[in-house]
């Protein structure tokens, strides 16, 4: 094999391997704070979305908020500077999608929306945990 085409395959795989990083460890990366993605039923009757309509892939913090007992999806933390929020899907961008999907669903600026579940109403919001109070 030729030097040039040697070093060509070198520099593929390095330029692979970099971008397989920076899909796995912005998720590993954390510090500070909690975030999760919170939902407390409500007898709001205003404008709603219709979290049957949406598809757990895209939408993995509500999801697993509506299913757990307490109300409450994963933890997710910020990474340093904002490195991670560039590569991560976080509760604060479904937040923000809501408002896309139905601006009249959205409450308080956009920082609460009403979502339609299984026939039930849900207030979803972001609730900040400081790290020494979670549970873990």
Do not use: C
């Amino acid at each position: 094999m030729r030097r040039i085409m040697r070093n060509a395959l070198v520099v593929v795989a390095l330029v692979m391997v970099v971008l397989l990083a920076l899909g796995a460890v912005p998720s590993l990366l954390g510090s500070g704070d909690y975030y999760y993605l919170e939902v407390t039923a409500t007898d709001d009757d205003g404008s709603a979305i219709d979290a049957a309509e949406l598809s757990e892939n895209r939408y993995p913090f509500l999801m697993s908020a509506l299913a757990a007992d307490d109300g409450r999806s994963a933890g997710y933390q910020r990474g340093p500077g904002e490195f991670k929020e560039w590569f991560t899907h976080s509760p604060f961008d479904e937040l923000d999608s809501f408002s896309q999907l139905n601006e009249n669903a959205t409450r308080d600026d956009g920082d609460r929306a009403i979502v339609d579940f299984q026939g039930e109403r849900y207030s979803v919001e972001i609730v900040r945990v400081s790290e020494g109070e979670v549970d873990d």
